[in-house]
């Protein structure tokens, strides 16, 4: 006859194992404390990447949606109008940088980010931020220049 049973004692979660053999007895008795939050980070590790992946999907789609809506007003728009669609389209690829960068920390959580080396130009990468604020700064009269004095390593 076999019977289980599971207590805390000491702040242990002791698993208790009794088996009844003719002529003898057996008791097991295993502290399953890391077992158990194993278990539990997993199952917490695995609800917040899920998490994670629904809501940067939810948030990516309508996104990506707004991207392409500016980049066709703009085929159409007046002139003095491409300027503040082109910045309200960088807005829209810095939040899907961002989205994409918290799905990578969520990798990198998970133990499954893949690092790949890309070119890229740090010129215009700073260009890219300083038209980010352009039209904030305008709209306070803040001037804002971009000052290189020295080559940047293309």
Same mark, same amino acid.
């Given at each position: $006859?076999?019977k289980n049973?599971?207590?805390?004692?000491?702040e !242990?979660?002791?698993?208790? &194992?009794?088996?009844? /053999? *003719?002529?003898?007895t $057996?008791?097991l008795?295993?502290?399953?404390?890391?077992i &158990?939050?194993?278990?539990?980070? !997993?199952?917490?590790a695995k @609800?917040?990447?899920f =998490?994670?992946?629904t809501?940067t999907?939810?948030?990516?789609?309508?996104?990506?949606s707004?991207?392409?809506?500016i980049k066709?007003?703009s085929? @159409?728009?007046l002139?003095?109008?491409?300027e /503040?669609l082109s910045?309200?389209?960088?807005? +829209?690829?810095?939040l899907?940088?961002?989205i994409?960068d918290?799905?990578?920390y969520?990798?990198i959580?998970?133990?499954?980010f !893949? /690092?790949?080396l890309?070119?890229f130009?740090p010129l215009?990468i700073?260009?890219? +931020?300083?038209?980010l604020?352009?039209f904030?700064?305008?709209s306070?009269k803040?001037?804002?220049? =971009?000052?290189v004095?020295? *080559?940047? *390593?293309?």
């Open positions: $006859m076999e049973a599971s207590i805390e004692f000491n !242990k979660q002791l698993e208790i &194992n009794y088996l009844e /053999l *003719p002529g003898s $057996m008791i008795i295993r502290d399953v404390s890391v &158990n939050q194993m278990l539990k980070a !997993k199952a917490e @609800h917040a990447s =998490l994670t992946n809501i999907h939810e948030l990516r789609t309508p996104t990506n707004i991207k392409y809506m066709e007003a085929y @159409h728009a002139p003095e109008d491409r /503040l910045i309200a389209e960088s807005n +829209c690829e810095f899907l940088t961002l994409n918290i799905l990578d969520a990798k959580e998970a133990g499954t !893949k /690092l790949t890309v070119n130009s215009s700073i260009k890219k +931020c300083i038209q604020f352009e904030p700064v305008k306070k803040i001037f804002l220049k =971009l000052d004095s020295d *080559p940047i *390593p293309k």
